[in-house]
């Protein structure tokens, strides 16, 4: 092993000297305790029960505790204490139930003092109090916690924690009656060790069980916990409601947790399974850990400081069989590994910039921000002047730049807005288009909007496709054009248009000016051949124009007028699979037809679109619908264009069209792809607090990985009416007392359905019961005297 530094502590007269050091034990260990002047330390474990002296090179064994031939299973250890007033006082909680004293002042081999065999199983943990000699406290895997008292054989006092098992009890340093319990189901409670009947206060800390707690040895009113979703919570409890003041996030379950000794913001955790180092965590920066220690090889299981006073020495028990003193100047410091720089974007634009602290401090021209925004992991901060042992200083310092409020590159009021009056759900898919392309174009988005209105052409049947919204206009740049009656494509008749396409003509030819009549649909030309039911072709273009967007206009094919100038509209969203122009050409009057039998008076002025040479059209046209291409067709081009709004950072527009296409798009992307979409946009919606909108996003979601998030924090707990002990979640019967768990206080039968009860006697029933029992009397109907009230 390297050589380590040495290290000397003076203590009120008593100086502790050691280094990094360890010994290979017998068996695993699954605790250590060690005693009050540092110089011993006990390590217990189902096959090991040992005293090791702690000299300054090295562990020597100075006593083994499990005596006799055939040992029982009172020496297989789970936790072990050594009192702090009585150095010849031990404590062991055994895998069989049983707690046992030992007195190492006894002249025979086997110190064995008393047993108490109370508990129906495993012993979890004992605890001595602080200040009273006597006095011990145990808590079992049977859910209850019993105060022994030495100088009786029996408990004097039971408590019920009515849970299913108590992983950890320890007393309040400062309080003398006062300790705290954790349990398996997140809860913690604190008891009055005069009041076994009930518990003074209770509250959930984490979401599964609580493995650990430990009162701070300065700080009155602090109480640290750990559990399996790994986090350490730090509570105030000076306060009447339990307070979280500081979360830890941990990789792995954390089994034990400790105060570091005159560092009022650091303590130390392992792990219970996977990760086998230890931690000291700065309290304050809970995102990357102060010291780490990495000598065992598997997971620890006892941690303890060696001294109450001395903040340098760390002893732990593992399960690869070793021994460990660690010292903090042989601690790897994972601060010092991080990478100092960081870059982040907050929800309107602002950008924070962390770098070394001695290239900020290079930029003369940096202003110091002020502002109240939430620190990064990185930033620099005094050190606390109370504390002598701060030995971790951050390099860093924190640049933010704003942006600029008035620009539209920082304003965010766009998308609050679209994810307010967005519809995702509850109209057919054409009327969902028509009103997100609405809501885009109100909010000045206007490609969103062309968007929404090809999607509901491409995916909407022809019956649903009213005329009023296919002319949604991009910019109004066109000149005043005449304008035709309206029509409904449904109205023309089968034999018009039968081409679906232009058709482009270079030589010359006979102008044939197309009409359309709104009475009677007919079509007619200069010499008035065609009657109803030509074969002539019609094409029908969407465009921009000056007046009602519910205009379709008929084309010249014939005329052409190459003077005129083309117009290509802005690069779209996605690849076209044809060129659309955004102004037609100009458009030639028509001769007068009033003699004409097909076009009454007030159509005397008409239309005719003349197509320029180099540029084809998106054409819908009557043939079209009757030989329609299918949805499929169209689904790689917007399976581009959902990538395409992804990849620009608009996930909000990818998401909408996934809920409102639904099965029609879904199969065409990744479903890794969607989850991220859904993730990230729900992220956004929730950094906002648009709760509601989230919740539906989530609702509306088909990945599985989406869906669950919504029961990801409700967890609903249910205990017997009878025994209150937890229940299973099979049946209604009770598998303890083997009693109806809800029985209704009114008819007496077993509630299957909405069940209702009062917070005060915790008595209920049938929810129309119990409302008719009360329009009449305000007294509870269990008999119990109880004043209920439903509200």
């Given at each position: 092993?390297?050589?380590?530094?040495r290290?000397?502590?003076?203590?009120?007269?008593?100086?502790?000297t050691?280094?990094?050091?360890?010994?290979?034990?017998?068996?695993?260990?699954?605790?250590?305790?060690?005693?009050r002047?540092a110089?011993?330390?006990?390590?217990?474990?189902?096959?090991?029960?040992?005293?090791?002296?702690?000299?300054?090179?090295?562990?020597?064994?100075?006593?083994?505790?499990?005596?006799?031939?055939?040992?029982?299973?009172?020496?297989?250890?789970?936790?072990?204490?050594?009192?702090?007033?009585?150095?010849?006082?031990?404590?062991?909680?055994?895998?069989?139930?049983?707690?046992?004293?030992?007195?190492?002042?006894?002249?025979?081999?086997?110190?064995?003092?008393?047993?108490?065999?109370?508990?129906?199983?495993?012993?979890?943990?004992?605890?001595?109090h602080?200040?009273?000699?006597?006095?011990?406290?145990?808590?079992?895997?049977?859910?209850?916690?019993?105060?022994?008292?030495?100088?009786?054989k029996?408990?004097?006092?039971?408590?019920?924690?009515?849970?299913?098992?108590?992983?950890?009890?320890?007393?309040?340093?400062?309080?003398?009656?006062?300790?705290?319990?954790?349990?398996?189901?997140?809860?913690?409670?604190?008891?009055?060790?005069?009041?076994?009947d009930?518990?003074?206060?209770?509250?959930?800390?984490?979401?599964?069980?609580?493995?650990c707690?430990?009162?701070?040895?300065?700080?009155?009113?602090?109480?640290?916990?750990?559990?399996?979703?790994?986090?350490?919570k730090v509570?105030?409890?000076?306060?009447?409601?339990?307070?979280?003041?500081?979360?830890?996030?941990?990789?792995?379950?954390?089994?034990?947790?400790?105060?570091?000794?005159?560092?009022?913001?650091?303590?130390a955790?392992?792990?219970?399974?996977?990760?086998?180092?230890?931690?000291?965590?700065?309290?304050?920066?809970?995102?990357?850990?102060?010291?780490?220690f990495?000598?065992?090889?598997?997971?620890?299981?006892?941690i303890?400081?060696?001294?109450l006073?001395?903040?340098?020495f760390?002893l732990?028990?593992?399960?690869?069989?070793?021994?460990?003193?660690?010292?903090?100047?042989?601690?790897?410091?994972?601060?010092?590994?991080?990478?100092?720089?960081?870059?982040?974007?907050?929800?309107?634009?602002?950008?924070?910039?962390?770098?070394?602290?001695?290239?900020?401090?290079?930029?003369?021209?940096?202003?110091?921000?002020?502002?109240?925004?939430?620190?990064?992991?990185?930033?620099?901060?005094?050190?606390?002047?109370?504390?002598?042992?701060e030995?971790?200083s951050?390099?860093?310092?924190?640049?933010?730049?704003?942006?600029d409020?008035?620009?539209?590159a920082?304003s965010?009021?766009w998308?609050?807005?679209?994810?307010?009056?967005?519809?995702?759900?509850?109209?057919?898919?054409?009327?969902l288009?028509?009103?997100?392309?609405?809501?885009?174009?109100?909010?000045k988005?206007?490609?969103?909007?062309?968007?929404?209105?090809?999607?509901?052409?491409?995916?909407?049947?022809?019956?649903?496709?009213?005329?009023?919204?296919?002319?949604?206009?991009?910019?109004?740049?066109?000149?005043?054009?005449?304008?035709?009656?309206s029509?409904?494509?449904?109205d023309?008749?089968?034999?018009?248009?039968?081409?679906?396409?232009?058709?482009r003509?270079?030589?010359?030819?006979?102008?044939?000016?197309?009409?359309?009549?709104?009475?009677?649909?007919?079509?007619?030309?200069?010499?008035?051949?065609?009657?109803?039911?030509?074969?002539?072709?019609?094409?029908?273009?969407?465009?921009?124009?000056?007046?009602?967007?519910?205009?379709?206009?008929?084309?010249?094919?014939e005329?052409?007028?190459?003077?005129?100038?083309?117009?290509?509209?802005p690069q779209?969203?996605?690849?076209?699979?044809?060129?659309?122009?955004?102004?037609?050409?100009?458009?030639?009057?028509?001769?007068?037809?009033?003699?004409?039998?097909?076009?009454s008076?007030?159509?005397?002025?008409?239309?005719?679109?003349?197509?320029?040479?180099?540029?084809?059209?998106?054409?819908?046209?009557?043939?079209?619908?009757?030989?329609?291409?299918?949805?499929?067709?169209?689904?790689?081009?917007?399976?581009?264009?959902?990538?395409?709004?992804?990849?620009?950072?608009?996930?909000?527009?990818?998401?909408?069209?996934l809920?409102?296409?639904?099965?029609?798009?879904?199969?065409?992307?990744d479903?890794?792809?969607?989850?991220?979409w859904?993730?990230?946009?729900?992220?956004?919606?929730?950094r906002?607090?648009?709760?509601?909108?989230?919740?539906?996003?989530?609702?509306?979601?088909?990945?599985?990985?989406?869906?669950?998030?919504?029961?990801?924090?409700?967890?609903?707990?249910?205990n017997c009416?009878?025994?209150?002990?937890?229940?299973?979640?099979?049946?209604?019967?009770?598998?303890?007392?083997?009693?109806?768990a809800?029985?209704?206080?009114?008819?007496?039968?077993?509630?299957?359905?909405?069940?209702?009860?009062?917070q005060?006697?915790?008595?209920?029933?049938?929810?129309q019961?119990?409302?008719?029992?009360?329009?009449?009397?305000?007294?509870?109907?269990a008999?119990?005297?109880?004043?209920?009230?439903?509200?």
């Amino acid at each position: 092993m390297e050589k380590m530094a040495r290290v000397t502590t003076a203590l009120g007269g008593n100086t502790i000297t050691g280094r990094t050091m360890f010994c290979h034990l017998d068996a695993p260990a699954n605790a250590i305790s060690v005693c009050r002047d540092a110089a011993q330390v006990v390590v217990a474990g189902r096959n090991i029960f040992k005293i090791y002296a702690i000299e300054e090179d090295q562990f020597v064994e100075k006593l083994n505790l499990r005596v006799g031939r055939k040992p029982s299973l009172n020496f297989s250890c789970a936790d072990v204490v050594w009192h702090q007033m009585d150095e010849n006082l031990l404590a062991t909680a055994a895998t069989n139930g049983v707690v046992v004293t030992w007195n190492l002042g006894k002249p025979s081999r086997n110190k064995q003092d008393q047993l108490f065999t109370e508990h129906k199983r495993t012993v979890n943990k004992v605890c001595f109090h602080p200040t009273e000699v006597h006095m011990l406290l145990s808590g079992s895997q049977d859910g209850y916690m019993k105060c022994f008292d030495l100088r009786k054989k029996d408990s004097v006092s039971t408590f019920s924690g009515q849970s299913e098992s108590v992983r950890d009890v320890q007393f309040s340093i400062r309080d003398y009656f006062t300790f705290a319990a954790t349990f398996e189901n997140g809860n913690v409670q604190l008891w009055d060790i005069r009041r076994p009947d009930r518990y003074e206060r209770m509250f959930t800390a984490h979401n599964g069980p609580v493995f650990c707690c430990d009162w701070h040895p300065e700080d009155r009113g602090w109480l640290a916990t750990g559990g399996r979703d790994k986090m350490v919570k730090v509570w105030d409890m000076n306060t009447n409601r339990a307070k979280e003041i500081y979360c830890v996030q941990t990789i792995a379950s954390v089994a034990r947790v400790k105060w570091r000794p005159e560092c009022k913001h650091h303590i130390a955790t392992c792990s219970m399974m996977v990760d086998h180092n230890i931690y000291v965590w700065d309290i304050r920066r809970p995102f990357i850990p102060s010291a780490m220690f990495e000598e065992h090889k598997d997971v620890t299981t006892g941690i303890v400081w060696r001294h109450l006073h001395d903040p340098y020495f760390l002893l732990s028990g593992s399960k690869d069989s070793t021994l460990y003193q660690h010292i903090f100047k042989d601690a790897s410091l994972p601060i010092e590994r991080a990478n100092p720089e960081g870059l982040c974007y907050s929800l309107f634009g602002d950008l924070a910039f962390a770098a070394k602290e001695s290239l900020i401090s290079s930029d003369s021209n940096r202003k110091p921000y002020v502002g109240d925004r939430r620190h990064p992991i990185f930033f620099k901060r005094k050190l606390d002047p109370t504390e002598q042992f701060e030995f971790i200083s951050s390099s860093s310092a924190l640049s933010v730049f704003e942006a600029d409020a008035e620009g539209d590159a920082g304003s965010m009021g766009w998308f609050v807005q679209t994810a307010k009056r967005y519809a995702l759900a509850g109209r057919p898919l054409a009327e969902l288009c028509d009103h997100n392309a609405k809501v885009a174009r109100e909010l000045k988005r206007n490609q969103v909007a062309q968007t929404w209105t090809m999607l509901r052409v491409i995916y909407s049947s022809p019956s649903t496709v009213p005329t009023a919204n296919l002319n949604h206009s991009i910019g109004k740049t066109s000149s005043n054009l005449p304008l035709m009656n309206s029509f409904n494509l449904k109205d023309i008749p089968s034999g018009i248009g039968s081409e679906s396409r232009l058709e482009r003509n270079k030589g010359e030819g006979r102008p044939e000016n197309i009409l359309m009549d709104s009475s009677s649909t007919l079509m007619n030309n200069d010499e008035n051949e065609e009657t109803e039911g030509s074969d002539v072709p019609a094409d029908y273009l969407l465009g921009d124009v000056e007046g009602d967007e519910d205009d379709l206009y008929m084309m010249d094919h014939e005329n052409q007028h190459t003077e005129e100038q083309e117009y290509i509209l802005p690069q779209e969203a996605f690849p076209l699979r044809h060129e659309i122009v955004d102004n037609p050409s100009a458009l030639d009057h028509l001769q007068d037809k009033a003699d004409s039998p097909h076009v009454s008076g007030n159509e005397a002025e008409t239309v005719s679109l003349t197509p320029v040479e180099s540029f084809s059209l998106i054409s819908i046209s009557h043939s079209l619908y009757e030989n329609r291409l299918p949805a499929d067709f169209f689904n790689p081009v917007v399976r581009n264009m959902l990538l395409f709004y992804a990849e620009q950072g608009d996930v909000q527009m990818a998401v909408s069209v996934l809920i409102v296409l639904g099965d029609r798009i879904r199969k065409e992307i990744d479903d890794q792809a969607q989850e991220h979409w859904y993730t990230s946009y729900i992220d956004l919606l929730q950094r906002f607090q648009l709760w509601n909108i989230s919740n539906e996003v989530i609702k509306l979601s088909t990945c599985r990985a989406i869906t669950c998030l919504n029961q990801a924090s409700t967890t609903l707990h249910v205990n017997c009416s009878n025994c209150k002990r937890p229940m299973s979640n099979k049946g209604w019967i009770c598998d303890r007392c083997r009693q109806c768990a809800s029985r209704c206080a009114v008819c007496h039968h077993v509630v299957k359905g909405l069940f209702v009860w009062c917070q005060g006697c915790s008595h209920g029933g049938h929810l129309q019961h119990i409302m008719k029992w009360l329009e009449t009397s305000s007294h509870c109907p269990a008999g119990c005297g109880h004043l209920c009230e439903y509200t």
